[in-house]
C-alpha cells in the first residue's frame, strides 16, 4: 500500500507540473494570437479560422494516436509511453519563449498543431491507465476525481502567475516547467505495465499472437509494434462491449463536442463582446479553477458512494448546459464571472465518465480502454471547430442573420443537453457486461 502511495504521489506531481505548463500560456495565447495577425482590433475572424482549423487538424491526429499510444502502454508500460508526448510539448513553447513576434507565431502554430497531434490528451490518458492500474473499482471515481482536481490546482496555479507574467516570459516558464516534468518523471516515477497474463479478467478485444515463452505464456511486449496496433474493428468491437461503454461513448462525444466548441468560442466571444483582455481572462479562469479543484479534491469523493458515479455525470452535464445558456445571454460582464460558480459541479463530468469507462474493462485493457475514449472526444474536437468557429464569426460579425452574439454559445448548451439525456440512459439497458463475457469465456 505504501509504495502505490508514492508511487501515485509522483504520477500527481508529474500531472501537476505538466499542467501548469500547459496552463499557463492559456491567459496570454488569445492576445499574441490578435497581436500577431489582427494588431490594434478587437474581433478577428482569421484568428478563430486559424484557431479552429489547427483544432480540427489536432483533433483528426489524436484520433488516430490516441488508441494507439493507449495500447502500447497496456504492452511496453506507462512511463515509457508518458515520454514521448511530454517532450514533445516543450517544442512549441520554446519557439514563443524566444519571441512572440508573427513569424515566430507562425512556427508555433505550425509546431503546436504537429506535435498536439501526438501529445494532446495523451498525457491525461495515460495517467488515467496509470490510476487504475493502481485503485480498485470502488475507489476509481474518486481517485479520477483527485487526478482531475490536482490539473485543476496545476490550472489555478499556472493562471495566478500568468498574472504577473508578460507573455514572453509567460512562454519562458511554461518551457522550464515542461523540462522539468519530463525529468521529474524519468527519475520518480514508476514503471506500470498491466499483468498481461491476469488470470482474474477476461479481456474483450481479441487475443493477439506473441512470443510464446518457455512456460507457455505469451509475452506479448515482444511483438513486432504494428501488431500491437487496434484495428478499427477492434476498436468498435470494444465500444459495443457493452450497451454502457456504448452510451458512455455517446456521451463522451457531445461533451467533447460542446468543449471543443466553448474553447474555439468563449474567449473570443467575451473578447468582442465586453473587450476582455489577458488579465480579465486570467482572473476568470482563476476563479474557475479554484471552485474547481475545492470541489475535485474534497467534495466529489464525499458524493461517489452516496450518489454514484453515473447520477454525478448527469447532474454535471445539466449544469453544464445550464452555465452556457446563462453565457449565450449576458448582458454584462459580471455574468461570466457568476457562472464560474457553478464549476462546483460541472467537473463532475469527466472523471465520472472516465470512471465509468474504466470499469468496463478489465486490468490488460485500461490503457485500451481510455485512449479509445480520447480518440472518440478528438473526433469531437475535429467536427466542433467546423461548426463552431464559423458561427462564432458570423454572429460577431456585422453580416449576422439577426443580432445574437452568444448564439454559438447556446447551441453548444443544445449539444451538452444531448449529453445529458444520453447520460440517463447508461447503466439502464440489460447489458452483456465484462462480468457476463468473462464467465461465457470461462464456460468454453
Known amino acids: 500500500m505504501e509504495k502505490k502511495v508514492k508511487a501515485l504521489s509522483h504520477l500527481y506531481v508529474t500531472v501537476f507540473l505538466s499542467g501548469f505548463a500547459s496552463f499557463i500560456v492559456v491567459p496570454a495565447i488569445t492576445d499574441v494570437t490578435m497581436s500577431a495577425l ?28 490516441m488508441p494507439l499510444i493507449g495500447n502500447l502502454s497496456d504492452q511496453y508500460g506507462r512511463k515509457s509511453l508518458l515520454t514521448l508526448p511530454m517532450t514533445l510539448s516543450i517544442i512549441p513553447f520554446a519557439v514563443l519563449a524566444c519571441s512572440t513576434t508573427t513569424n515566430y507565431f507562425y512556427a508555433y502554430y505550425t509546431l503546436r498543431t504537429l506535435t498536439a497531434m501526438i501529445s494532446e490528451g495523451s498525457i491525461n490518458c495515460l495517467a488515467l491507465a496509470y490510476l487504475a492500474d493502481n485503485i480498485s473499482d470502488t475507489q476509481r471515481a474518486s481517485a479520477f476525481g483527485i487526478l482531475a482536481g490536482i490539473s485543476s490546482g496545476a490550472f ?24 522539468l516534468a519530463v525529468v521529474y518523471m524519468r527519475i520518480f516515477l514508476e514503471e506500470s505495465i498491466p499483468d498481461q497474463n491476469d488470470g482474474m479478467t477476461q479481456p474483450i478485444l481479441k487475443e493477439t499472437e506473441g512470443v510464446i515463452q518457455k512456460d507457455g505464456n505469451v509475452d506479448t511486449r515482444k511483438m513486432p509494434v ?9 476498436i468498435i468491437r470494444l465500444i459495443k462491449s457493452s450497451p454502457s461503454f456504448s452510451q458512455a461513448a455517446i456521451v463522451a462525444f457531445f461533451q467533447s463536442l460542446a468543449e471543443g466548441g466553448m474553447i474555439c468560442s468563449i474567449m473570443y466571444y467575451l473578447k468582442a463582446r465586453f473587450h476582455f483582455n489577458k488579465n480579465q481572462f486570467a482572473d476568470l479562469m482563476l476563479i474557475a479553477g479554484i471552485i474547481s479543484t475545492v470541489s475535485q479534491l474534497f467534495i466529489m469523493p464525499l458524493l461517489v458512494s452516496p450518489i454514484g458515479d453515473g447520477r454525478l455525470l448527469s447532474i454535471g452535464l445539466l449544469v453544464s448546459c445550464l452555465n452556457s445558456i446563462f453565457n449565450s445571454l449576458a448582458w454584462s460582464a459580471w455574468v461570466p464571472y457568476a457562472t464560474t460558480a457553478l464549476s462546483i459541479v460541472m467537473v463532475f463530468t469527466t472523471p465520472s465518465l472516465r470512471s465509468i469507462i474504466s470499469k468496463q474493462v478489465g486490468t490488460t485493457e485500461q490503457g485500451k480502454a481510455q485512449g479509445c475514449i480520447s480518440g472518440v472526444t478528438s473526433l469531437a474536437n475535429i467536427i466542433a471547430p467546423l461548426i463552431f468557429s464559423p458561427l462564432t464569426a458570423l454572429f460577431l460579425s456585422e453580416e449576422a442573420p439577426f443580432h445574437f452574439p452568444g448564439f454559438s454559445i447556446l ?6 443537453m444531448i449529453a445529458f439525456i444520453q447520460s440517463l440512459t447508461i447503466g439502464k439497458t440489460p447489458s452483456n457486461s465484462r462480468d457476463e463475457n468473462c464467465s461465457n469465456s470461462m464456460e468454453v
Do not use: H, W
Not at 447551441?411 to 451538452?416: D, F, G, H, K, R
Open 156 to 179: 489555478v496555479f499556472a493562471t495566478l502567475a500568468a498574472r504577473f507574467l508578460s507573455a514572453g516570459s509567460t512562454f519562458q516558464v511554461a518551457t522550464f516547467v515542461s523540462m
Open 38 to 65: 489582427c494588431p490594434g482590433t478587437d474581433e478577428c475572424s482569421l484568428a478563430i479560422y486559424l484557431s479552429g482549423f489547427q483544432q480540427a487538424v489536432i483533433g483528426v491526429g489524436t484520433a488516430l494516436m
Open 226 to 234: 504494428f501488431k500491437t496496433i487496434p484495428s478499427l474493428k477492434d
Open 411 to 416: 447551441c453548444i448548451a443544445i449539444t451538452l
